[in-house]
Nanobody, 116 residues
Framework: QVQLVESGGGLVQPGGSLRLSCAAS????????MGWHRQAPGKQRDWVARIRSDGEQWYADSVKGRFTASRDNAKNTVYLQMNSLKPEDTGVYYC??????????WGQGTQVTVSS
C-alpha cells in the first residue's frame, strides 16, 4: 500500500500564493508519475497537474501559467506551487498516484480557500 499525505493548504487572498506538498510513503516507487486534483463542494474532482518521474509536467488549462508542479524523488515528495490564486481555485487539493495501471491512491486532501 501507498500513503499520500498533503499539507500546505490554508486561506489566502486572491493574487496570493501557496505551496502544497505531498509526501509519499509505503510501497511507493519514485518512478511513478504523480498528480494533483482538486474538488470544490458539490463539484467533480478535477485534474489539475501531473508530473512524471523525470519532471515532465502537464497542467489543466485553468491553472497553466500559474501553478507549477515539482518533485523531490529522494524525499518521495511532490509539490504544487500556486501563484496568482483566484477564488475559483478554492477547493480540497489531493495528490494521487496510480500503481500498476489500475490501483489509484489518494491523499486525504488539504483545503485551499482563496478569499478576500
Amino acid at each position: 500500500q501507498v500513503q499520500l499525505v498533503e499539507s500546505g493548504g490554508g486561506l489566502v487572498q486572491p493574487g496570493g500564493s501557496l505551496r502544497l506538498s505531498c509526501a509519499a510513503s509505503g510501497s511507493f516507487d519514485s518512478g511513478n508519475a504523480m498528480g494533483w486534483h482538486r474538488q470544490a463542494p458539490g463539484k467533480q474532482r478535477d485534474w489539475v497537474a501531473r508530473i512524471r518521474s523525470d519532471g515532465e509536467q502537464w497542467y489543466a488549462d485553468s491553472v497553466k501559467g500559474r501553478f507549477t508542479a515539482s518533485r523531490d524523488n529522494a524525499k518521495n515528495t511532490v509539490y504544487l506551487q500556486m501563484n496568482s490564486l483566484k477564488p475559483e481555485d478554492t477547493g480540497v487539493y489531493y495528490c494521487n498516484t496510480v500503481i500498476g495501471g489500475n490501483r489509484v491512491y489518494w491523499g486525504q486532501g488539504t483545503q485551499v480557500t482563496v478569499s478576500s
